[in-house]
């Protein structure tokens, strides 16, 4: 059965702090790894699609990459506005995806 | 203007009450995708749909319904509401050459 796990559940960081955020995954034939960020009261926005192992995605602050079991958000720098929950799913197949339970990162000034 | 709308934002229904929740989307994507959130749970996907003539059920459709009317609009019913149907519900859309989903802005259900 396809499983995606998030860890931590949540994390808080100091402004500025770095830190990573894991999504290991267990499911046949990956077609895809995306990643969302989620604000409280608010639907998930799109981030990242990562496809193979080795392959590294940037946006600002923020770092996906990717290998054969697990994937990893890497967080530079942090600001507050940084703050929210952190969603990983894996696709598979017939453009259905399987969500893990999300980190929620707390960035404090 | 958002992209993909949801109606309403918020519900409060009793019980055995029928509901429905609507997306519209201008995106001009051809696929559309009911989900529920529930705390510790995460997304689950309910009902999904590939075109108009086309529907799906997901992981957890039983209770549910959905009717895809047009390209655009994508509507899930609850036709007898039941309080563990309390959730927050996501309609999401993408193309069909894409695996990208983007998501509305959800509706707070609760059933009493």
């Known amino acids: 059965e396809d499983q995606v796990t998030q860890s931590p559940e949540a994390l808080r960081l100091q402004e500025g702090e770095s830190s990573s955020l894991n999504c290991s995954y267990t499911?046949?034939?990956?077609?895809?790894l995306f990643w969302y960020r989620q604000d409280p009261g608010k639907g998930p926005e799109f981030l990242f699609t990562?496809?193979?192992a080795g392959e590294e995605k940037e946006k600002e602050r923020l770092k996906a990459t990717l290998t054969k079991k697990e994937s990893f958000l890497h967080i530079t720098a942090p600001k507050p506005e940084d703050s929210a929950t952190y969603l990983c799913?894996?696709?598979?197949?017939?453009?259905?995806?399987?969500f893990g339970q999300g980190t929620r990162l707390t960035i404090n000034p | 203007d958002a992209d993909v709308t949801q109606t309403p934002r918020n519900r409060i229904t009793k019980t055995g009450k029928r509901i429905m929740l609507e997306c519209s989307q201008t995106k001009g994507h051809d696929r559309m995708y009911w989900y529920r959130q529930d705390p510790g749970l995460g997304l689950r996907l309910i009902y999904y749909s590939f075109d108009v003539k086309d529907i799906n059920k997901g992981e957890i459709s039983d209770g549910y319904s959905v009717s895809r009317q047009a390209q655009a609009k994508f509507s899930l019913s609850l036709e007898s509401a039941i309080p563990n149907q309390t959730a927050l519900y996501f309609c999401?859309?993408?193309?069909?050459?894409?695996?990208?989903?983007?998501f509305g802005p959800g509706t707070r259900l609760t059933v009493t």
């Open positions: 990562l496809y193979s």
């Open positions: 499911v046949s034939g990956l077609r895809g």
């Open positions: 799913a894996v696709h598979r197949g017939a453009q259905k995806l399987v």
């Open positions: 999401a859309t993408s193309e069909a050459s894409s695996y990208e989903q983007y």
